[in-house]
């Protein structure tokens, strides 16, 4: 056993798998256990050893995959700070989003709103739906969800430097909005990074063709997600294939006005296909100043135009994503989270479907 001061890598021995796997998950609740009382933050970490526990045992699974796949990152848990903790996601339980064996990885792309940047968008506006999500994880409160299910939560900084950490998608005028620009300055650069991540491209001979979509959910913000809706409505294959992503959450959207034929031919588009839908989530704040209700809802309504799957959350707040400080804020931030286990629901139907 070789260790450093954050996490144990553990040799494997040669003993079945499932014996392994259950010793391994004994020793990391004992361990959680031990640790807990001195530390209340390690309760969650212990929560999750018993939710391994159970999978371990579980007879639907007639063999336990390696625990080498989950255990680094769960002895990690128990060896890091509280603040690089409280950061971590879910049960994770696969090494890499490459891995063969995610299917019920849930990932999400982030994007930021303007003057915003990944990092910040991810770890500190995003912080109070995590962290209800990973608590509704936790609890395996849900009914359908396979106890291996993980959120991976990822994001893009967009390519325009505002200075400071700051960050935009494109560039406008002085005084000119998005919902009413004639054009977005350098959309196409930031077109090709976003598709670029969603969309893995493969050689196939002389040509190079696009795999599924890396991610199952499209969360977008503010600037993020007018470009969400902009991009939406000029590559169909976001939308119109098996490969596209399952969901897309636009977080205070306005009208992308340069792109508005396009959202509008979404209905005559979307009556020429038989493909399978993905759901949209439209989070509005009755209080918001910077993109007012009514851009959002002009967007909802040509995607309701075309049949989509379309939600709204409203909440009492203003433009950013519910922070949960108040009743009806974690109202909001549990519906979102709803629909974020529908998805997964929804992944978990399908994959079981193709076996």
């Known amino acids: ?75 990690k848990l128990l060896h890091q700070s509280t603040g690089k903790m409280a950061i971590s996601t879910s049960l994770n339980l696969h090494q890499s989003p490459s891995s063969d064996d995610d299917d019920f990885c849930i990932r999400i792309l ?34 359908g ?39 977005y300055g350098g959309f196409e650069k930031s077109e090709t990074m976003v598709m670029d991540k969603i969309f893995s491209t493969k050689n196939n001979g002389p040509n190079k063709i696009d795999t599924a979509s890396n991610f199952d959910i499209i969360l977008g913000h503010s600037q993020g997600a007018i470009l969400t809706a902009a991009l939406f409505s000029i590559h169909d294959k976001l939308w119109n294939s098996s490969d596209s992503p399952l969901g897309y959450i636009l977080n205070g959207a306005a009208w992308p006005n340069p792109y508005q034929n396009s959202l509008k031919s979404l209905a ?57 400080r108040d009743d009806d804020s974690v109202r909001a931030l549990e519906e979102v989270v709803d629909w974020i286990m529908g998805i997964a629901k929804e992944k978990a139907l399908k994959l079981e479907n193709d076996i």
Not at 113 to 124: A, H, M
Not at 146 to 164: C, F, H, K, R, V
Request: charged share 20%; aromatic share 8%.
């Open 1 to 75: 056993t070789s260790h450093n001061s954050e996490e144990y890598t553990m040799a494997a021995p040669v003993v079945p798998h499932k014996i392994y796997c259950i010793f391994i998950v004994v020793a990391a609740i004992r361990g959680a256990s031990a640790f807990s009382s001195a530390c209340p933050h390690l309760m969650r970490a212990n929560q999750r050893a018993r939710v391994l526990w159970r999978y371990a045992l579980s007879s639907s699974h007639s063999r336990c995959k390696p625990p080498t796949k989950f255990m680094s990152h769960q002895v």
């Open 110 to 143: 982030c994007l930021h709103g303007k003057g915003g940047n990944g990092e910040q968008f991810v770890n500190s506006s995003l912080m109070p739906l995590r962290s209800l999500v990973e608590k509704r994880l936790a609890d395996q409160t849900d009914e």
């Open 145 to 183: 969800i396979e106890n291996n299910l993980s959120i991976q939560w990822e994001s893009l900084t967009a390519p325009y430097d505002m200075g400071g950490e700051g960050y935009s998608w494109w560039t406008m005028p002085p005084g000119v909005r998005s919902y009413n620009a004639k054009e």
């Open 268 to 324: 005559p588009k979307r009556l020429e296909t038989i493909s399978s839908l993905p759901r949209m989530l439209f989070i509005m704040g009755n209080e918001d100043t910077i993109n007012p209700i009514e851009s959002a809802m002009q967007v909802h309504d040509e995607c309701e135009a075309a049949q989509f799957d379309v939600s709204i959350v409203n909440h009492d707040g203003g433009h950013s994503v519910p922070i949960g």
